[in-house]
């Protein structure tokens, strides 16, 4: 069964600090992907990112970046020069390619709350 | 179309009370999908339907819950006989294919059982 873990439950830091929030997720599936949101206090779920299982690539978007990295089963997020808008809580989520194509939805962490402090 | 909507935004019922929530998905998605999520835990999987056939039940659904898609549109999420357990935020998403694409989420329901 797929997990994911993500072990900061809250990370604080000062603005403009660099954060890096961590992900470390299980699947037995060679075809899986990973996702990241975001859950500002309105409670919304925004999607951040997809990434599939073949395509070990980092990303970067602006002020976030994203490291996937196989050999460790972690695909880790990270904000550079942070703002105070970026609080919110984040989760990472993992979904599996079965033969008839992603049954069971989204697995998530339990997420991390991020506080930027001005 | 704005996005996934969901009503009513809040929800406050009595013990042993039936409540039904409503989800309206993106109009061109197939795929919609119920999650609950709990304070301090991330978003859990219920259900989800392909246009109007459900086709996969978490065993977090118990019999109590039902859900409906008719016409492959809207879809209704039932708690029968709640029980305080059941407080939490009740999160609808949607997409357009299945586990390769991102999901788009409601603003949620969230559900007080006193």
Redesign the interface.
């Given at each position: 069964a797929q997990k994911?873990t993500q072990a900061q439950t809250e990370i604080s830091v000062v603005e403009k600090e660099d954060v890096t929030l961590d992900c470390v997720y299980e699947t037995r599936d060679t075809t899986?992907?990973l996702?990241w949101?975001k859950q500002p206090p309105?409670?919304?779920?925004?999607?951040l990112i997809?990434r599939?299982s073949f395509d070990e690539q980092n990303e970067i978007s602006g002020r976030y970046s994203w490291n996937f990295q196989k050999s460790t089963s972690s695909f880790n997020f990270t904000i550079t020069a942070s703002q105070v808008v970026d609080s919110a809580v984040y989760?990472c989520?993992l979904?599996?390619?079965?033969s008839g194509?992603?049954?069971?939805?989204?697995?998530?962490?339990?997420?991390t709350h991020l506080i930027i402090q001005p | 179309d704005t996005g996934v909507s969901q009503d009513p935004r809040h929800k406050i019922t009595k013990r042993g009370q039936n409540v039904t929530f409503r989800c309206d998905p993106i109009s061109e998605h197939n795929r919609l999908?119920w999650?609950r999520q709990t304070l301090?835990?991330?978003?859990?999987?219920l259900t989800?339907f392909q246009n109007e056939a459900q086709?996969?039940k978490?065993r977090l659904l118990s019999d109590r819950f039902s859900a409906e898609r008719p016409k492959g549109s809207f879809s209704t999420l039932e708690i029968q006989r709640t029980e305080q357990g059941d407080s939490a935020?009740y999160?609808c998403?949607s997409s357009s294919?299945?586990?390769?694409?991102?999901?788009?989420?409601?603003?949620?329901t969230?559900l007080t059982v006193v």
């Open positions: 994911v899986y992907y996702f949101y309105s409670g919304e779920l925004v999607f997809r599939n989760f989520a979904s599996e390619e079965y194509g992603g049954a069971d939805g989204l697995t998530f962490g339990k997420g | 999908y999650y301090g835990q991330g978003p859990e999987f989800y086709l996969e978490s935020m999160l998403a294919q299945g586990a390769s694409t991102e999901a788009f989420f409601g603003q949620g969230r």
